[in-house]
């Protein structure tokens, strides 16, 4: 029995023909790979465009009982997206739930192979293998020294262990917060403000930053303002994220 990111062996049949996704980005990967076994995904899947799935509402709150209505052979999540109460809840009614742990790049392309060969069944599509091959080549930019936003009122950072630190990392932005205690600390724009970055990264998800919302709270700094699914999401967007974010990291000015 093949066993997920997290260990649990998970009981997925041997051919796999209904798949519901409650993770946006592994939404997009079972869409753009095998899209005749997506049969459900939550309100906030938005890619890819025109996405025609059966709704179960969101990561933190899904449907629990129209998923089970979906007879799915298999759920995908992610342990940081995703709450433990309702994983459970899934298993103990019978359903395979396969759950993905993600936070550094190699991490999201070896997680994401697994879990299309042994969850759903599906060979690797070539958009991994062109992401893997881009990631491998990727050479970092000046090295700048960064906080980087995911929302304000109250203000949230990333902090140690994530995704989108690594991505950054690897394009040459050192994250100032990577040494807290917490993944997503809280913390006052004053402190910000004053931490010895020279650089804030601003992306357009979680939290819709945008020119005229955000880069005014850090007179002085230079503010990049980049795609939140090139900087968070792991899937088909890898293969495009460097290059992208390259770009819009070498845009950043002061506002």
Not at 129 to 143: I, Q, Y
Not at 146 to 162: E, K, L, Q, S
Not at 203 to 232: H, K, N, Q, W
């Amino acid at each position: 029995m093949p066993r997920d990111d997290t260990g649990y062996a998970v009981p997925v049949p041997e051919r796999v023909r209904r798949v519901v996704s409650i993770v946006p980005s592994l939404t997009e990967t079972v869409a753009v790979t095998a899209p005749e076994l997506l049969v459900g995904a939550t309100d906030w899947c938005t890619r890819p465009e025109g996405l025609d799935v059966a709704r179960v509402r969101g990561t933190k709150n899904p449907d629990l009982e129209r998923i089970a209505g979906l007879r799915p052979d298999v759920v995908l999540g992610n342990t940081e997206e995703n709450r433990p109460a309702d994983v459970a809840a899934m298993r103990a009614a019978g359903i395979p739930v396969w759950m993905t742990e993600i936070r550094t790049v190699d991490e999201a392309l070896a997680s994401l192979r697994r879990m299309l060969a042994e969850a759903c069944r599906v060979p690797a599509p070539g958009w991994l293998d062109e992401a893997s091959r881009v990631w491998a080549d990727v050479s970092p930019g000046a090295p700048r020294r960064a906080v980087i936003p995911i929302w304000r009122r109250p203000w949230m950072v990333v902090g140690r262990d994530t995704f989108a630190g690594d991505v950054l990392r690897r394009l040459g932005v050192s994250n100032v917060y990577a040494g807290h205690p917490d993944r997503y600390p809280k913390v006052p724009l004053d402190e910000l403000n004053a931490v010895g970055a020279d650089l804030v990264v601003l992306p357009d998800e979680p939290y819709a930053f945008t020119g005229d919302d955000g880069p005014e709270s850090f007179p002085g700094l230079d503010v990049a303002l980049v795609s939140g699914r090139f900087l968070t999401w792991y899937g088909p967007s890898m293969a495009d994220a460097p290059p992208a974010l390259s770009r819009q990291l070498a845009g950043a000015r002061a506002y």
